[in-house]
C-alpha cells in the first residue's frame, strides 16, 4: 500500500474514532448532568459537539479525495464507506444529545417534575450507553469473535431501549392523567426522550456498517 | 519549510528537427523539490517529448528546435541555470547524471546486476573499489531490489523479471544521486505486482530527489504525484495540485480527459 494512501485512510479512521470519542463522552456528560443536577456538564457536553458538523465535513472531503484519488477497491472500499456512512450517524446522534442536553439544563432549573420517571430513565439511558459504547468499539474491533460479540450486544441494548421506552410512554400517561396540568412538559419530555432512543437505532446502523467493513456483503441499514 | 521549485519551464517550446511545427507550445511549469510531477494527456500531446527535453535527450539526435527557458536550480549555491544553454557534449551528461531518466521499457546493460549500478558510477570517476561497492549496494537498497539480488550480484542483469530490470534501473540512476528522476511511463510494460512494487519505490524515492512522471494510467498518476500537468496537442492545457485536478479541475478539456469523455 502506498504510503500517502496509508496516511490519508489512517487520519480519516482518527477522525472518525476522535469524533465517535467525543460523542460518547458528551453522552455521559449528560447523563452525569442530569444525576447530579450539574447545567456545566452539560453546557460542556453541548460544547463537546458544537463543530461536529464541521467534523463531519472534513471526514466527508477526505473521503471524497480519497475515492477520487486512490479508486479504493475490495476491502479498502468497503471501509472508506464504512467511515462515511458511520459519520453521518455520529453526526446525527450528536445533534439528539446536544438537544438532550438543553432539556436536562430546564430539568435541572426545575421546570420540569420527573422524580416518578427517574428509575426508569435510569435504565434507559443506561442502555442507551452501553448500545453506544459497543457500537463505537466495534469501528475498531479486530477480530471477528470481537465484532460479532459487539454486534449482538448493540442489538440487545436497544431492544432494552425500545421496551423501556415503551413503559416510559405508558407511566408517562399515567402522570399526565393525575396531574393534568403537567401535560405540556411531559409532551415536551416525551419528545426528547424518543430523540434519544434513535441513538440506540444508530449504533445498530454503526455496527452494521462496522461488520459491512470487516465482512462485506450488502449494506442493509 | 517553503516549496521550492527545483525546475522551472519557461515559455519552452520545442520542434523536432524537419518537423513544420512545434511539438510544444509556450510551456510554463514548475516542478518542485521532493514532489512527484505527473504528466498526463492522450497519446500524441507531447508529454514524453516535455519529458525527454528536461534533461536534453531529445539531442542524442541533432537539429531539435528549443525556445524559452528550462531553469535548474543548483542546490548548493540556490541559483538557478538554463539548461537549454548548455552546448558541450561533457555539460549534457553531467546534466543527465543530475536529471536522470527511467525508460517504459527496462534497459539493463548486458552485463552483471553489480555492473550494471557501478557503470554510470565508473563514468562519474568513482574508482575505489570499496566506495563503488558501498555505492552500489546503497543505490540497490534505496531502490527496494536488495534483498532480491544481494546473492546474485554477480549474474546478468538479463536474468531478472521485467520488474525487477526497471527497479535496477531505478537504481543505476539512483546511484548518480540526481536532483530529479524523469519516469517516462515506467509500468506500463509491467504486471500489476511489479508496477506496486515501483509506485511505491517512486513514492519513497521522493523524500531524496524530485519526480517527473509521465503515465498513461490516470489512477497511478491520481494516487502517486503531488501535482498534475494536462497537456493537450502540445500545449499545456492545466496544472495543478493533484487532488485539484482529479476532483475539481478548471478547465472542461482536463475534466472530459480525467473522466474517460474523450482521448
Given at each position: 500500500?502506498?504510503?500517502?494512501y ?43 459537539l ?17 475515492l ?55 435504565s434507559?439511558?443506561?442502555?442507551t ?82 461488520y ?9 441499514l | ?36 510531477t ?31 527557458e ?48 557501478a ?85 519513497e ?39 485539484k ?19
Open positions: 500500500m502506498l504510503t500517502n496509508k496516511e490519508i485512510l489512517d487520519k480519516s479512521r482518527r477522525r472518525v474514532l476522535a469524533l465517535a470519542s467525543d460523542v460518547l463522552t458528551a453522552y455521559e456528560l449528560t447523563v452525569a448532568a442530569s444525576r447530579e443536577g450539574d447545567p456545566e456538564k452539560a453546557s460542556e457536553a453541548r460544547n463537546l458544537k463543530d461536529a458538523h464541521n467534523r463531519n465535513s472534513k471526514i466527508d472531503n477526505e473521503i471524497i479525495k480519497t477520487a484519488l486512490f479508486s479504493p477497491e475490495a476491502r479498502d472500499l468497503r471501509v472508506v464507506i464504512a467511515y462515511l456512512k458511520i459519520t453521518s450517524e455520529l453526526t446525527r446522534i450528536s445533534d439528539y444529545i446536544r438537544s438532550y442536553a438543553k432539556k436536562v439544563k430546564m430539568q435541572i432549573s426545575g421546570e420540569m417534575e420527573l422524580s416518578a420517571l427517574r428509575d426508569d430513565m435510569n434507559f439511558l443506561e442502555s450507553r452501553k448500545s453506544l459504547e459497543a457500537a463505537i468499539a466495534s469501528i475498531e474491533a479486530e477480530s471477528e469473535e470481537k465484532l460479532e460479540n459487539l454486534y449482538r450486544k448493540v442489538n440487545v441494548e436497544e431492544s432494552k431501549c425500545d421496551d423501556i421506552i415503551s413503559i416510559l410512554e405508558k407511566n408517562i400517561l399515567q402522570q399526565i392523567c393525575v396531574n393534568p396540568e403537567d401535560a405540556e412538559d411531559m409532551v415536551e419530555f416525551i419528545k426528547s426522550i424518543r430523540k434519544l432512543e434513535r441513538i440506540s437505532d444508530r449504533s445498530v446502523n454503526i455496527v452494521k456498517l462496522a459491512f467493513a470487516q465482512k462485506g456483503g450488502k449494506l442493509k | 519549510m517553503a516549496k521550492q521549485i527545483i525546475m522551472d519551464i519557461k515559455d519552452f517550446s520545442f520542434r523536432y528537427a524537419g518537423a513544420p511545427k512545434p511539438s510544444l507550445k509556450s510551456i510554463n511549469l514548475p516542478v518542485y523539490h521532493n514532489k512527484i505527473a504528466m498526463i494527456g492522450p497519446s500524441g500531446c507531447g508529454k514524453s517529448t516535455l519529458l525527454r527535453a528536461l534533461n536534453r535527450i531529445h539531442d542524442l539526435y541533432p537539429g531539435n528546435e528549443y525556445k524559452g528550462i531553469n535548474l536550480l543548483d542546490l548548493q549555491n540556490d541559483t538557478y541555470f538554463n539548461i537549454l544553454k548548455l552546448k558541450k557534449e561533457n555539460e549534457l551528461i553531467r546534466l543527465r547524471q543530475r536529471v536522470g531518466m527511467i525508460f517504459q521499457k527496462p534497459t539493463p546493460f548486458p552485463m552483471s546486476i553489480f555492473d550494471n549500478v557503470y554510470g558510477l565508473r563514468l562519474a570517476g568513482v574508482k575505489d573499489k570499496t566506495v563503488l561497492e558501498e555505492k552500489v549496494t546503497t543505490a540497490l537498497k534505496g531502490s527496494a531490489i536488495w534483498n532480491e539480488v544481494k546473492d546474485r550480484l554477480n549474474d546478468s542483469a538479463m536474468g531478472l523479471s521485467g520488474g525487477q530490470q526497471q527497479r535496477l534501473c531505478i537504481a543505476r540512476a539512483v546511484a548518480l544521486r540526481p536532483e530529479i528522476l524523469l519516469l517516462d511511463e515506467p509500468t506500463s510494460a509491467l504486471d500489476p505486482i511489479s508496477t506496486g512494487a515501483i509506485e511505491e519505490l517512486v513514492s524515492l521522493k523524500k531524496e530527489l524530485s519526480i517527473v512522471i509521465v503515465t498513461h494510467n490516470m489512477q497511478q498518476a491520481s494516487r502517486l504525484s503531488d501535482y498534475t500537468a494536462f497537456m493537450y496537442l502540445g500545449e499545456l492545457i492545466e496544472y495543478n495540485k493533484t487532488d485536478i482529479f476532483l475539481n479541475p478548471k478547465e472542461k478539456l482536463t475534466e472530459d480527459y480525467v473522466t474517460g469523455r474523450f482521448g
